[in-house]
């Protein structure tokens, strides 16, 4: 069976400093992968998403960047985190092609201060 | 306007009760309709996952679609204490560029008291 592993799942930096998110997905291969934002009361917004190693489209600009390095392992990051940057970080996977759900990891919990 | 509406709540019931859930959608693009449920801290699990307007059940979960209102419900029979969470709806536009982007209501908090 397919699993996501996604880690820290709670984090606080402070701002200035740089982010590395990283997250794993064991079970599939070429699997669509995905970063999503949840801000305090609100629903998901989408950060990043990925149809292959090294092919990386951005949703909002903004100050993070991602990563595929790997098929299966996809990296959010930072060089320097705003307050801003603070929420609720999830990783998800999906299949190529068939069902278009996603399937989400635990999430880490940012807080710059 | 916001593409997926949902009201935040939040909804509190008792124990057994039957709760409803729905999301309206401005885009008639979107073709794929989910209901997540995210605990408290964790990440949304996919509850129902339907296609077509019409109805499918799932045990006490019953998703709702109506295409031509633009409008999705959810359903939960004999609600439990443990079905308290924030319930998310979502949707795909499955146009040949979306790459399965989903596009999320703001998420809606229910409490089943005992």
């Known amino acids: 069976s397919q699993t996501i592993h996604q880690w820290p799942a709670t984090l606080v930096q402070p701002v200035g400093s740089p982010l590395s998110l990283e997250c794993t997905v064991e079970g599939t291969s070429n699997p669509n992968l995905y970063w999503y934002r949840q801000a305090a009361g609100r629903g998901l917004q989408l950060l990043f998403y990925s149809v292959g190693i090294g092919q990386i489209s951005s949703e909002v600009p903004q100050n993070l960047s991602a990563s595929r390095p790997q098929d299966r392992q996809f990296i959010l990051s930072s060089k320097k985190l705003l307050l801003s940057d603070s929420g609720f970080y999830l990783c998800?996977?999906?299949?190529?092609?068939?069902?278009?759900?996603?399937?989400f990891g635990q999430g880490t919990r940012l807080t710059v201060v | 306007q916001k593409e997926v509406e949902q009201d935040p709540g939040p909804l509190s019931v008792p124990e057994g009760a039957i709760v409803s859930l729905n999301c309206t959608y401005s885009?008639?693009?979107?073709?794929?309709f989910m209901w997540y449920r995210q605990y408290s801290r964790k990440g949304p699990e996919l509850l129902m996952y339907t296609y077509s307007s019409g109805n499918k059940e799932d045990g006490r979960f019953t998703a709702q679609v109506d295409k031509s209102s633009k409008y999705i419900s959810l359903f939960i029979r004999d609600s439990q204490p443990s079905d308290s969470a924030t319930y998310l709806c979502?949707?795909?536009?499955?146009?040949?560029?979306?790459?399965?982007?989903?596009?999320f209501g703001q998420g809606t908090i229910l409490t089943v008291h005992p």
């Open positions: 998800a996977w999906g299949l190529r092609g068939g069902r278009l759900e996603a399937f």
């Open positions: 885009n008639s693009a979107f073709q794929y």
């Open positions: 979502a949707m795909i536009d499955a146009g040949g560029t979306s790459y399965g982007k989903l596009t």
